[in-house]
């Protein structure tokens, strides 16, 4: 039983120290999205749709309905990093409810380093790779609708 506790506090303590660094590296917003990350999921028969993969080797995929004025469904999934996750959920945000015309002028990795209060060098690829498929995805929207 004692070492159940010893252990329980060696854990607690670490995950302490481990915050205290992410902390010091990330603001609240980008904690926040890591945390509890928005719209992470696949939407199904999406009307835009679109899979990139990053210089860094993850890959990010958006979905995106529509109600024809504007972007009524916005999802992501990707099997990239923690900062990955963060900024497909900011790019998701900058777009829902949107049209796509005030979305396509939102959508830049550097709207999304701003919202998020910037990331380190070494994590701004990451919101590359989230403009850079949303802006796909509405591509491909645009691309489907023109077809039809």
């Avoid at 980008?30 to 679109?50: L, S």
């Avoid at 990139?52 to 990239?80: A, H, P, R, W």
């Avoid at 900011?90 to 796509?100: D, G, H, M, R």
């Amino acid at each position: 039983m004692a070492k159940d506790k010893d252990v329980d506090k060696f854990a607690q303590e670490l995950q302490k120290q481990i915050m205290e660094q992410i902390r010091k590296r990330y603001s609240e917003t980008v904690i926040d999205h890591w945390q509890n990350p928005r719209n992470f999921r696949k939407i199904e028969n999406p009307d835009g749709y679109a899979k990139v993969k990053g210089s860094c080797g993850d890959t990010m995929e958006m979905y995106l309905k529509t109600d024809k004025e504007n972007i009524s469904e916005c999802g992501f999934q990707t099997d990239g990093c923690g900062t990955s996750i963060v900024c497909g959920s900011v790019a998701t945000e900058l777009a829902l409810n949107k049209s796509f015309i005030q979305a396509l002028g939102l959508v830049s990795a550097d709207e999304i380093l701003k919202r998020l209060g910037g990331l380190p060098q070494s994590d701004v690829h990451c919101a590359q790779l989230a403009a850079e498929t949303l802006r796909r995805a509405l591509a491909d929207y645009l691309y489907q609708k023109r077809a039809q």
